[in-house]
Each structure stands twice: as C-alpha cells, then as structure tokens.
C-alpha cells in the first residue's frame, strides 16, 4: 500500500497549490480520501475529505479557499489550494479511511509520508 504525496512547495502568500496523492495497493473506490495538515509544534489536524460517492467535508479555515477532488480511474485525490498564507505553511498528508462497514483494522486506514507547504514572500 503506497500513499504517494507531491505538489507542495514554497508559495507567496496569496498564491495557490495544488497538492495530489496517488493511491496505490489497496481498493481506492472503497475508502474516502482526505488532507490533514501538522504546522511545526502543533497537532495533525483535519483539512478535507471526500467520501468515494463524492461528498465533501472541509476545516472551517480553508473552506471556500480549497477544494478537494478525486480521480477514481487515476486512484488520486488532489487539493486544490488558494489564497495561501502563512497559516496554510504545514506538512500536508494524504490519508485513506475505510467506508466498509467490517474491515480489518490493518486496512482501516492507511497514510502518506506528507509534501510540504511554505508560504513566504
């Protein structure tokens, strides 16, 4: 099972991103798709999701400046990003969360290794 992150960068603040993760090993139209984002000194926290039917969910403080979108034949989900500013500076993850109703806990979710944000002038 690979999780596999790019797009992130360095950006100036007002500029935009887009992040994608390809999938890989594991059935993609079975798991809804999201972003998590850890800034230096501060926990993992959620950005947004998409369930495998198409439903969306975002964080309060991106919503509106990001949008998520997934690939179901490309097995990839993107962020799309703007409006960026330093707040938005963190190490973004791709995780995959089960939608089945019995999985195994080995398969329940798995994670990327993240690509990181900067944003600076």
């Known amino acids: 099972v690979q999780l596999v992150e790019s797009g992130g960068g360095l950006v100036q603040p007002g500029g935009s991103l887009r992040l994608s993760c390809v999938a890989s090993g594991f059935t993609f139209g079975d798991y809804a798709m999201a972003w998590f984002r850890q800034a230096p000194a501060k926990e993992r926290e959620f950005v947004a999701a998409m369930t495998s039917g198409g439903s969306t969910n975002y964080a309060p403080s991106v919503k509106g400046r990001s949008t998520i979108t997934r690939d179901n034949a490309k097995n990839t989900v993107h962020l799309q990003m703007n409006s960026l500013n330093t707040g938005n500076a963190a190490v973004y993850y791709c995780?995959?969360?089960?939608?089945?109703?019995?999985?195994?806990?080995?398969?329940?979710?798995?994670w990327g290794q993240g690509t990181g944000v900067t944003v600076s002038a």
């Open positions: 995780r995959a969360g089960s939608e089945r109703i019995k999985v195994r806990a080995a398969e329940s979710e798995y």
